[in-house]
């Protein structure tokens, strides 16, 4: 621990890839970004094994595909639970986040959609400001730098739970 906390490496898995973000604090960033490949089996758990290794984590924290308010698909309620299971086989401890706790630790400061919660983040974060997603059109798919705001947020949850 260098931080304000445990070393968190939260992941968000989406249909590029996923975002990541290690955390030693809930504003101390210490790597963060987005790995995407295409489709191939393994490719994901073996990225999410190389980044556990190599950030030697104290925690690895993502979202609770089982809990409301989550809409993955099969896919990516699959990786959550290899990731899930890399992790425990890792000897590291895993917690599942619900989207529900991400608004209630962002609801303190008024955050209370996807793209609030993310400009929170690049305000509180000064290496994120520039990678903000504008706010997304209905037709528009997702910025794919979206999921390392969802990674920051599921790990500052954490962080606002176990304080």
Not at 57 to 78: L, M, N, Q, T, Y
């Amino acid at each position: 621990m260098n931080g304000d906390g445990p070393r968190v490496l939260a992941i968000h898995p989406n249909q590029h890839g996923f975002g990541f973000a290690v955390l030693e604090g809930p504003a101390h960033l210490v790597n963060w970004g987005v790995k995407s490949f295409p489709r191939g089996k393994g490719r994901r758990l073996t990225q999410m094994a190389w980044f556990i290794d190599h950030f030697t984590p104290d925690v690895v924290v993502f979202e609770d595909a089982g809990a409301r308010g989550s809409h993955h698909g099969k896919r990516i309620r699959k990786d959550l639970r290899d990731l899930r299971a890399l992790a425990k086989s890792k000897k590291v401890p895993c917690r599942a986040i619900s989207r529900q706790q991400v608004l209630q630790a962002f609801s303190v400061v008024g955050a209370r959609t996807k793209h609030q919660i993310a400009l929170t983040i690049a305000q509180s974060i000064p290496e994120l400001a520039s990678h903000a997603p504008r706010r997304r059109k209905l037709w528009v798919t997702e910025d794919r730098r979206m999921g390392i705001f969802d990674a920051v947020a599921f790990g500052t949850a954490f962080y606002s739970i176990e304080a």
